[in-house]
């Protein structure tokens, strides 16, 4: 069971904007640990759509954001297209226990 | 900008080990640390620990701990991960991933293609 929720799943029709959250707790993203997203196609490996918080690496659209603020992150991606639709999960670090690399539960993001 | 190439897919018995591989190419290897993450059927994405690939440091989730082993080979760049202690729980494809610290939160801006390991009788 991840410390990281997420929505299960979020639709919108092309062009539309959707949002996926990242909620968390003071020992990870509420301490200000960074937060990373991925994006999962079905049957490939995850690729990184955002690196600490609010990067973009290079050759991801400029559709695709990212924010954190409090205890939570959130992903936003504007003018929806059908290549969006996939899995993604935010990432972070967690202090508690012993500490380590945590993911989020996942999204599924679903161009209706 | 790099590749990581896994292993194939393994069949494995309750209670074996099994052991993954995941070859660098494209990049200076010790410059970049390597973790494990795996993903279950239908499930989410689970990280499994690190290795720096500079001086073989390894840094495990608590959930792993005693049961698995990350190596390096820095002569043929070459990243492994032994899981032992097999049960039907671990089927999942495993995925080595490239990180550019060994800070346990850092992302992962290369990833294999994975590795499918099944655990069954």
């Known amino acids: 069971q991840s410390v990281l929720t997420q929505p299960p799943s979020v639709s919108g029709a092309p062009g539309q904007r959707v949002t996926i959250s990242c909620t968390g707790s003071s020992s990870n993203i509420g301490a200000g640990y960074d937060v990373h997203w991925y994006q999962q196609l079905p049957g490939a490996a995850p690729k990184l759509v955002i690196y600490?918080?609010?990067n973009r690496p290079s050759g991801v659209p400029d559709r695709i954001s990212g924010s954190k603020s409090g205890t939570s992150a959130s992903l936003a991606i504007t003018g929806l297209q059908a290549e969006d639709e996939a899995d993604y999960y935010c990432q972070s670090y967690d202090s508690s226990l012993s500490g380590a690399g945590v993911f989020g539960t996942g999204t599924r993001v679903t161009v209706l | 900008q790099g590749q990581l190439a896994q292993s194939g897919g393994e069949v494995k018995k309750p209670g074996a080990s099994v052991r993954v591989s995941c070859k660098a190419s494209g990049y200076t290897f010790i410059n970049y640390h390597i973790a494990w993450v795996r993903q279950a059927p239908g499930q989410g994405l689970e990280w499994m620990g690190r290795?720096?690939?500079?001086?073989?440091?390894?840094y495990y989730a608590q959930k792993f701990q005693g049961r698995v082993t990350m190596t390096t080979d820095t002569s043929t760049t070459t990243a492994y991960m032994e899981l032992r202690g097999l049960r039907s729980d671990d089927t999942a494809v495993y995925f080595c991933?490239?990180?550019?610290?060994?800070?346990?939160?850092?992302?992962?801006?290369?990833w294999g293609q994975g590795t499918l390991v099944t655990v069954s009788s």
């Open positions: 290795i720096s690939t500079d001086n073989g440091n390894t």
């Open positions: 600490r918080n609010t």
């Open positions: 991933a490239r990180a550019t610290s060994s800070y346990e939160g850092d992302h992962f801006d290369n």
